[in-house]
């Protein structure tokens, strides 16, 4: 079974651009999470997706947004690139509705702003 | 709120010794709580998850953790550590039920194993 998977691996932007990352949650996955893993700051929630509908956000500006497809895919989209915006970005896929499953991972999508 | 507290940043042991990476935990409601390990240049991976069943939970890669509600702690523990343990783990929680999918991780513990 492949597991969760994103691309690009890694992704090289200026300030002021826009950034788009992809994730494919493993199949039969309804839900997608995205978390933030910056240097120093840690793992952080940003959003949760779930059949096609943003359920949760975390505390980030609105610059971060995305978006699920009807085959459960996932984009996350940055806009205004700011050099804290740097960090590793990593997707997440689980079973909604049994809460008892665990979210899996992804080997993330490293964003470089210079 | 949910919060995790991963006490030691950073911890080293001997190849063949015990390990032990600490975790508290804050929840207003029963938690679910999970361990994950983080290679280098890789995503996370779950190594075990506690779920309100057992409370002394077996996982990957011969790690167990207990979780023991009147300390609020689910540390992790390895009878014998491998050079292949060298690591991040996160300790993570999130609230039990539905409607409240997020994860809030630690602040990670970085495993070094001594040969």
């Known amino acids: 079974e492949a597991g969760v998977t994103q691309s690009p691996t890694h992704l090289i932007k200026t300030r002021g651009q826009q950034a788009t990352l992809r994730c494919s949650p493993i199949s039969g996955h309804t839900s997608v999470y995205w978390y933030q893993q910056a240097l120093g700051l840690g793992l952080q929630f940003l959003l949760w997706y779930d059949e096609g509908e943003e359920r949760n956000r975390g505390n980030f500006p609105p610059r971060f947004s995305g978006r699920q497809f009807p085959n459960y895919s996932s984009e996350l989209n940055v806009n205004a690139l700011e050099l804290e915006d740097s960090a590793l970005y990593l997707c997440a896929s689980s079973l909604w509705e049994d809460s008892n499953q665990p979210q899996h991972f992804g080997d993330g999508t490293r964003l470089s702003i210079l | ?115």
């Open chain 2, 1 to 115: 709120a949910q919060s995790v507290t991963q006490l030691g940043s950073h911890v080293s042991v001997s190849e063949g010794a015990l390990v032990l990476l600490r975790c508290n935990y804050s929840s207003s409601v029963p938690p679910y709580l999970f361990w994950y390990v983080q290679y280098p240049n890789q995503g996370l991976q779950l190594l075990l998850k506690y779920t309100s069943a057992a409370t002394l939970v077996k996982g990957i890669n011969g790690f167990e953790a207990e979780f023991k509600k009147s300390e609020t702690s689910f540390h992790l523990t390895k009878p014998s550590a491998h050079m292949s343990d060298a690591a991040e783990y996160f300790c993570a929680v999130r609230r039990g039920g539905f409607g409240n999918e997020k994860l809030t991780f630690g602040t990670g513990t970085r495993l070094t194993i001594i040969p």
